[in-house]
């Protein structure tokens, strides 16, 4: 099993900054990748940024205010979030890729939410 820590999330003004955190512990494991999506009410859970052997992926809507990070060897990924918009209000959660587990787990899910 992987167990997924996040913290960092919170209410902030538009415009404002956030960073959030995801750690990931276990026994005997090595991460693939790392990420996060977020879920706003009523709508799916969409994928917002990915980290993987130092490469990145983000979603179009948050190229430019956001960065994703990790540091391997804490097995922690970061999600700096700059200039945010309402629409960023969401939970996001972190999600781990770990090597040879065959399946995908999951944080429990931190609150953001940007007020106008």
């Known amino acids: 099993q992987v167990q997924l820590l996040e913290s960092g999330g919170g209410l902030v003004q538009a415009g404002g900054s956030l960073r959030l955190s995801c750690a990931a512990s276990?026994?005997?494991?090595?991460?693939?990748?790392m990420g996060w999506y977020r879920q706003a009410p009523g709508k799916q859970r969409e994928l917002v940024a990915v980290?993987?052997?130092?490469?990145?992926v983000y979603v179009d809507s948050v190229k430019g205010r956001f960065t994703i990070s990790g540091d391997n060897a804490k097995n922690t990924v970061y999600l700096q979030m700059n200039n945010l918009k309402p629409e960023d209000t969401a939970v996001y959660y972190c999600?781990?890729?770990?090597?040879?587990?065959?399946?995908?787990?999951w944080g429990q899910g931190t609150q953001v939410t940007v007020s106008s």
């Open positions: 980290f993987s052997g130092g490469s990145t």
């Open positions: 999600y781990a890729d770990p090597v040879a587990k065959g399946r995908r787990f």
């Open positions: 276990g026994r005997d494991f090595s991460i693939n990748a």
